[in-house]
């Protein structure tokens, strides 16, 4: 018998694998980053696919088939390069200003397949800023100008990947103050991405409503006011409704609990609540007669025992 289970379980896991493993590919093959990623291989533009390729990897990690494009891109920017520092190599032990510019295209070969390369950048630098061939050097610099801006957007769009599939997985876990955190690292590197305010909203909005289902409602409040700053329009005008009748009933409370203070004669803490109660609605006139009313009589109170002394 526990054989048996063993045997199902197993066969249960396989199935799970390859149905995950299927979807996989099925998201793969509606993404198209693929197809840009291959034809910039085509086109020769090795790095420039391969960041393509790393920025499928952060959207469906472990997946075999990108794993082995990007392997195999590494091996052939690692291989192209090596011919292009081998002849690099030969070129600069003859005079240099006979091979200058044919270095240079060399260089430049070389940093499109690896743009972080900081040896080349420096060797570039010095012949760029050489005076003999300043203005020629101008499309050079550019290049590279071009090659560094491209890698860090790049980056940029990795990281952005990476944090709205992470937004996502919060949201579905519940994980809010999480959420709210990676708001702010999303909004470092795309302040006017949508999704800035749509965490935001969505992770105070949900605070909200398990601060009010825990009937904290001071908590409630402080949340829907701050999911009102970063909701739509429609979202917005149904919040600030929910705010008042929550803030209406707070006050209707303190003050019920005020005016109970006042029979029994606590007008110390009748005072107290009346004021509360018009904290969460200051024009709540029942409740601002009731103070006055209490005050007065506080005061007169005061002034008799004073007259008693």
Not at 120 to 139: F, V, Y
Not at 252 to 272: K, N
């Amino acid at each position: 018998m526990r054989s048996l289970l063993v045997t199902m379980a197993v066969a249960v896991t396989l199935l799970s694998g390859c149905l995950s493993t299927e979807q996989d590919s099925f998201l793969l093959s509606q993404d198209k980053r693929v197809s840009v990623a291959e034809n910039l291989t085509q086109e020769g533009r090795l790095a420039d696919s391969l960041v393509q390729w790393q920025i499928l990897q952060a959207l469906h990690p472990r997946h075999p088939e990108i794993d082995f494009n990007i392997e195999r891109l590494q091996i052939k920017i690692t291989q192209r390069k090596a011919k292009l520092m081998k002849r690099l190599a030969l070129l600069q032990k003859m005079p240099q200003d006979a091979n200058k510019e044919e270095r240079k295209v060399l260089m430049l070969k070389a940093l499109a397949l690896t743009p972080n390369d900081v040896t080349i950048k420096e060797s570039l630098r010095e012949m760029i800023w050489d005076k003999a061939s300043e203005e020629a050097s101008q499309k050079n610099q550019t290049i590279v100008k071009y090659i560094e801006d491209n890698q860090e957007k790049a980056q940029k769009s990795i990281e952005l990947a990476s944090y709205l599939e992470q937004g996502a997985s919060f949201i579905e876990s519940k994980k809010y103050v999480g959420l709210l955190q990676l708001a702010d690292k999303l909004n470092e590197v795309s302040p006017d991405h949508i999704d800035v305010n749509r965490f935001k909203y969505t992770a105070y909005n949900s605070l909200g409503d398990g601060a009010l289902n825990e009937k904290q409602y001071d908590a409630a409040i402080a949340h829907y006011e701050n999911a009102i700053i970063f909701a739509g329009k429609q979202k917005k005008q149904n919040l600030i409704k929910k705010v008042a009748d929550l803030r209406n009933l707070l006050a209707v409370g303190y003050f019920s609990r005020g005016q109970e203070a006042f029979i029994r004669q606590d007008l110390e803490e009748a005072i107290a609540l009346y004021k509360q109660a018009l904290a969460f609605d200051s024009s709540y006139q029942k409740a601002k007669q009731q103070l006055n009313r209490a005050q007065t009589m506080q005061a007169n109170l005061l002034k008799i025992k004073r007259l008693q002394n």
